[in-house]
């Protein structure tokens, strides 16, 4: 796909902005203003952990011994490399380069869907253990008092960063699609940015996740 | 400064082509980007759940007639008040005035075309639309009647339908995010050239503040919320005691939102008042920087408050004690604007219309309701009050006596500024005075109950208690008659009012600077901002007297 | 109507470096997820969590700022981004402000309480 034919895509710019770079400040901080957001959505969920880490300390420790650290932290390292891969890609769309943006982008997409697999067979294995939230636990190998709410807050936890995984994957392969049919210049990529910094939230919630639930 | 001020001699001119009828058809409406015309939807929307939630409530004030059962069971009970409860918290008083006032006023007060993201403006009302909706399907469906506070383990545990009220408040919950959000970045960047942030009218700093508090704290609710019926559905046992799990813990993140969430519905109502009674008294505001900075003290300081709801929940008393300082601390910001509003009253060439009846009863509610906050601050009062009507009497002296108040101070004073048309004053005044009265009637009594120990959400009480609450139930008639009064004479004044003109309070606020009602992109040419708002005196002038 | 843009300053600013900062900060985050995966499974006491949050954190200040361009980010940004989690930390204190000056009889039976910190 070839731009040297078609017109530079730039900016429009909208009926009620003065200059494009009010727009794209504008958009931006909207951007970061919904990052916020999601800070404190998932600050609620690190509350319950830590709440219940401080009851159930014991169980919490062992709990997390029995969970795959392999598996944790194959995920850990895929994420940061698609938070790398994204950031390259929007650094390649800044200079004009849509072929090399295209191929990270979908690069960033395929470690989202090994994310979410390895997660998926890690949440089968627990299936099978009996290894559940709440009045589902029935896991013989930790017994402390409190081990279903450490499971209870794994699920809760894991499960509403694999719903972000999913819109932020599903967010990324919107901007492939546009990248792939010429949308982006270096004059107009806002898109690309704003994609990406939601993906890197993504893997930052994961950051803290991961020593937390699998490590310590 | 283009206006035809009663003062001159020029009849006042409706422009024939306006925000209103610019486009026509209703799918004009449906798919509008205008921040003008997303705000009369929100509106019309706002009305018809006040209208819905004041049902509910004259419903519970008629079976409170008697002692016994009067019009309706308990279960039929607990539902209604938890309906009025969420209706009128979630589906009016948190979307009014920013959806509303907010949406017109705003672009018009900062010199722009619109709001920053217009799309995502529509966005919000339509999530408005669909979550009010799910939530009103939940009560054809039977209602749930665990209050609106839906405390744990009771909430995950009742029989009653649940979900559709927690779908609805998450859906409703984005709406007011992605409103605040909007407000935020249009405040930022699209401030006409001259208007520097201590230019900026009293609205625009009270809907600012508002706007932080709504992006940091929903989310929060939408993840309890979210939680709940997780829990509810799976048995997760994240706030059931019998699997190790806290109820209390619910209750820190359900306030963490909701005590934030009532300084989302009364700051903008403080920034209503501020503008209104420059205009009003014709007078400069006195302390422009103390109000606009102590609307920021709110917001900061209000998220440090919350566990005032948890004072006899099985909270530590260090934490009791903790938050009952805090929370008396919030009082200071709000003395503050009390000081400054009446000093701007003060030898002011006040104007005897509508609007000031109402900024006169919002003034004296909220300093009731504002010193009964103080009181049930103080824990060891209440541990007596905690439950009672005594604390149901404090929280609508706010939100009915301040909040409302200022909701009918904006309908008011910016009507002609949206509708191009003056309402009634005599009708204005005569609704004005019954819902100042009314308020007093039904909600007065109710202090007097709570302190003598009537329990809040018991459909029965003894004896004793009958003739203050017939006494409330009385007010609360005057109060709605009042309210239909008003929504009669406004429908008349939409099709049939007399023509306003561009400014018919002579106001100098930013939004006056247009015409009434605006063209469909505010203004012509973005204006060059060359002096303060509402600048009624130059420094050392003295009151001009005049009659408007 | 589209109109030709000027290259925006925040990209100017961008253009600068080139990409391999990206590659360097990539590289930091694998070393400190190691550590992490090191130092977390030993037995450190009560410094465990600390020092798994301390990890976390410089982690997650590698990617705001430099992934994420935090760096020459504006003002208003860093603000919005900062207060966020600023308020996460006073829902996390506020309620454990609750819990550990709570009489130890309303806590589970396994929860730390005064004495045990005694102990």
């Known amino acids: 796909m070839s731009l040297s034919d078609a017109q530079v895509p730039v900016p429009h710019l909208a009926h009620h902005y003065e200059t494009i770079e009010k727009q794209d400040y504008a958009v931006r901080l909207g951007m970061w203003l919904f990052l916020g957001t999601e800070v404190l959505l998932f600050a609620g969920l690190f509350l319950g952990y830590s709440v219940y880490r401080h009851f159930y300390h014991e169980a919490f420790h062992e709990a997390s011994r029995h969970l795959d650290l392999w598996a944790g932290a194959t995920n850990t390292i895929v994420l940061i490399t698609s938070s790398l891969t994204v950031a390259l890609a929007y650094h390649a769309i800044t200079q004009g380069k849509t072929k090399l943006c295209a191929g990270l982008l979908t690069f960033t997409i395929v470690c989202a869907c090994a994310f979410l697999v390895i997660k998926g067979i890690e949440y089968h294995h627990k299936f099978q253990e009996g290894a559940l939230p709440g009045k589902w636990y029935h896991y013989g190998e930790v017994t402390a008092p409190g081990a279903n709410l450490f499971y209870t807050v794994y699920f809760l936890t894991t499960g509403l960063h694999a719903i972000h995984v999913i819109v932020g994957m599903s967010i990324l392969i919107w901007i492939l699609a546009r990248t792939l049919r010429g949308h982006f210049s270096t004059t107009y990529n806002v898109p690309v940015e704003l994609g990406g910094l939601y993906w890197h939230l993504v893997d930052l919630v994961w950051i803290f996740l991961f020593p937390l639930l699998y490590l310590i | 400064m283009s206006q035809s001020s009663p003062l001159n001699a020029s009849p006042p001119v409706y422009p024939a082509v306006n925000y209103l009828n610019a486009d026509r058809g209703v799918w004009s409406w449906l798919t509008t980007i205008d921040h003008k015309r997303i705000a009369v939807m929100y509106l019309v929307s706002v009305m018809f759940a006040f209208l819905l939630g004041g049902i509910f409530a004259m419903a519970l004030r008629v079976e409170l007639l008697t002692p016994g059962p009067t019009i309706m069971g308990a279960n039929t009970y607990n539902r209604m008040f938890t309906l009025h409860g969420v209706v009128m918290i979630f589906l009016f008083m948190i979307p009014a005035i920013p959806g509303v006032f907010g949406n017109f006023l705003l672009p018009l007060m900062l010199g722009a075309k619109d709001v920053a993201f217009p799309r995502l403006n529509l966005l919000s009302l339509y999530l408005y639309w669909i979550g009010a909706t799910i939530v009103l399907s939940g009560m054809i469906m039977g209602g749930t009647d665990t209050g609106w506070t839906f405390y744990t383990p009771y909430s995950t545990t009742t029989p009653t339908t649940l979900f559709p009220v927690l779908l609805g408040l998450f859906i409703l919950g984005f709406s007011s995010i992605l409103t605040g959000l909007n407000f935020i970045v249009t405040i930022h960047t699209l401030r006409a050239p001259g208007l520097g942030w201590m230019r900026l009218q009293l609205f625009v700093w009270a809907i600012y503040a508002t706007s932080i508090i709504q992006v940091l704290a929903t989310p929060v609710i939408g993840l309890t919320v979210l939680l709940v019926g997780i829990e509810k559905v799976g048995g997760f046992g994240l706030f059931d005691p019998t699997r190790g799990g806290d109820p209390v813990l619910f209750e820190h993140m359900f306030w963490f939102y909701s005590h934030p969430a009532v300084y989302i519905m009364v700051l903008p109502a403080m920034g209503v008042v501020s503008d209104a009674i420059a205009a009003f008294a014709r007078k400069n505001v006195f302390g422009y920087k103390m109000i606009a900075y102590s609307s920021l003290g709110i917001a900061f300081v209000g998220f440090f408050a919350w566990g005032h709801h948890l004072f006899v929940s099985g909270q530590s008393s260090f934490n009791d004690g903790a938050f009952a300082v805090i929370s008396m601390l919030v009082g200071v910001f709000t003395a503050i604007k009390v000081f400054n509003w009446v000093a701007t009253l003060y030898r002011g060439a006040i104007a005897v219309k509508t609007p000031l009846i109402y900024i006169c009863g919002f003034l004296f509610f909220i300093v009731f309701g504002g010193m009964t906050g103080i009181a049930v601050a103080t824990v060891s009062l209440d541990v007596h009050w905690h439950d009672t009507y005594f604390v149901i009497a404090h929280f609508h002296f706010i939100m009915v006596g301040a909040v409302i108040m200022a909701f009918l101070i904006a309908l008011h004073y910016w009507f002609p500024k949206m509708f191009g048309r003056m309402y009634h004053e005599g009708w204005g005044m005569v609704a004005a005075s019954l819902i100042v009265l009314g308020f007093n009637a039904t909600f007065i009594p109710q202090f007097l109950l709570g302190n003598a120990g009537m329990p809040r959400r018991y459909y029965m009480y003894p004896e004793r208690f009958q003739a203050l609450n017939v006494a409330s139930t009385a007010g609360a008639s005057l109060l709605a008659f009042g309210f239909i009064i008003i929504l009669v004479y406004l429908i008349y004044a939409l099709v049939r009012g007399k023509v306003a003109g561009d400014n018919p309070w002579d106001s100098r606020g930013y939004e006056w600077n247009t015409s009434s009602p605006p063209p469909k992109h505010n203004f012509d040419q973005t204006p060059i901002i060359t002096q303060d708002s509402h600048l009624y005196q130059e420094p050392g002038e003295e009151v001009e007297h005049v009659v408007i | ?119």
Not at chain 3, 23 to 35: G, I, K
Not at chain 3, 69 to 86: I, K
């Open chain 3, 1 to 119: 109507m589209a109109h030709e843009a000027n290259e925006t300053p925040a990209s100017k600013a961008e253009h600068v470096h080139g990409p391999g900062r990206y590659f360097v900060v990539w590289a930091l985050l694998l070393v400190f997820t190691v550590t992490t995966i090191i130092t977390g499974r030993m037995d450190l006491g009560s410094a465990n969590l600390p020092i798994a949050l301390l990890i976390a954190t410089v982690k997650a200040s590698l990617v705001v700022l430099f992934f994420m361009h935090m760096t020459d980010a504006p003002g208003a940004n860093r603000l919005v981004f900062v207060v966020s989690l600023v308020f996460s930390l006073v829902l996390l204190l506020g309620v454990f402000g609750d819990l550990w000056t709570r009489n130890p009889m309303s806590l589970p039976p396994t929860a730390p309480t005064q004495e045990s910190f005694e102990r």
